[in-house]
């Protein structure tokens, strides 16, 4: 075939690169496509052999396949892929078609072959991927799965599944639906309702029980997210937590809190009914007395305020839309009907929503009633600033008493000690840090920020609401 021929013409357009080779393997007649791939000129392939510009790799493979295709007595055509040299010495996938198909016109045996690097590559890299994330699962503790979309077909699961369920995963690949018998019977409905969601099309965030070797003593938490393609459900992914520890961390906190309340509570009363026969029966200790009712109001606050933290840690709750300026100004009005006597100066608040916890409420009235809680010769003067940010707002809380105590400090911004928990001196802060950090919000504590060693500037930072 020459290039004057008319099909050559047609072949030198084609986007694949069409060759000729003798039963040995040497180029008679190659396109003009050869060189848009593979960078040689078609003179330069005609007469070399094609198997010396394969990857030593795959060279002997691929001949194999060739010397086969052209020994067979019937029609047969064969495919190969392999990495074939260019011209500057850098390598290119093929795949080629083969056929023992000759033309008493064609000087030697048909071979068309085009370029799939680009496949190649991004198979590996898929391949690669699969590999990275099963070494992931194999060592997960976390249960990883993948189900197709009318939870008929498993088609992952990891071996974290066999201790948290109790359960075999080759009876859930025999049975899809067996994780259904590992779950609390109570919970059971509420698993199914999950599925239904999922494969309609909607996310699922549940917690249930599950394994019954262990009289399914075991709270899992579980986010489910459906695959679509086209919108529709194509397969449905998700993993499973053990939070069994964290459920009886919860319920112990809230059993202890019950018994502290209560019993705090009830001795206190008595304390209190005693402190006023005491004041009765011997008046000139009312100024003992007095500190000791004092006192005792305080511990009924803390035990609140212990009640709130509890509240506020074991609960599920998600964050939500919270419009901050409004927040603040009723924070503001409510602490100065508290202490008349102080000042609160409100600076600029920018009109901002943010994401958050509704308990942020509680934590801004704590930001703004602690400098009058603790000025012991004067009424501070406190100062408030609500600035819109790019990522969301910053609300800024001023003073002008002595610096906070560091170990307090810390408390705010998450830096503290918690074997010194009982040298701060209460629960409030506390509050205020768990709220912001549960708001996926930071704390920042500036001591003396006009150099006149005095002064303290609280910035809570919160994220911006979604739209």
Known sequence: MSRSDPHGVLLDQAQ???ALLDETGTYTYVNATAERILGFDRDELIGTNAFEY??????EAVRRTFEGAIRTAGFTE???DYRHRTRDGSWVWLESRMSNLIDGELDGY???SRDVTDRVRAERQR????SHLREIASVSSDVLWMFDADWSELLFVNPAYEEIYGASTDELRGDPNKFLEAT????????????????AGSSVDIEYRVNADEDYGRWVWVQGEPITEDGEVVRITGFTKDITDRRRRERQLVVMDNLLRHNLRNDLNVVFGELEELDDDVPEAAEHTAVIRRMGEGLLETAQKEREVI??????RETDRIDLRSVVEECVGTVRDRYPEGSIAVDALDPVTVDGRCELRSAVIELLENPFQHSEDRAPTVTVRLSRTEDGADLVIEDDLAAIPAVEADVLTGDHDMTNV???????FWLIYWSVELSNGSIAVDADPTGRERGNRITVSLPRATE
Do not use: N
């Open 127 to 130: 391949e690669e991927a699969a």
């Open 16 to 18: 694949d690169k069409v």
């Open 422 to 428: 009982y040298h701060s001196s209460g629960l409030g």
């Open 78 to 80: 064969v495919t190969a």
């Open 311 to 316: 509240k506020l840690i074991t609960d599920q």
């Open 54 to 59: 394969i990857h030593p790799d795959e060279r």
């Open 110 to 112: 048909v071979i068309s």
């Open 184 to 199: 609390h019977p109570d919970d059971r409905p509420a698993v199914e309702e999950a599925m239904e969601l999922l494969a």
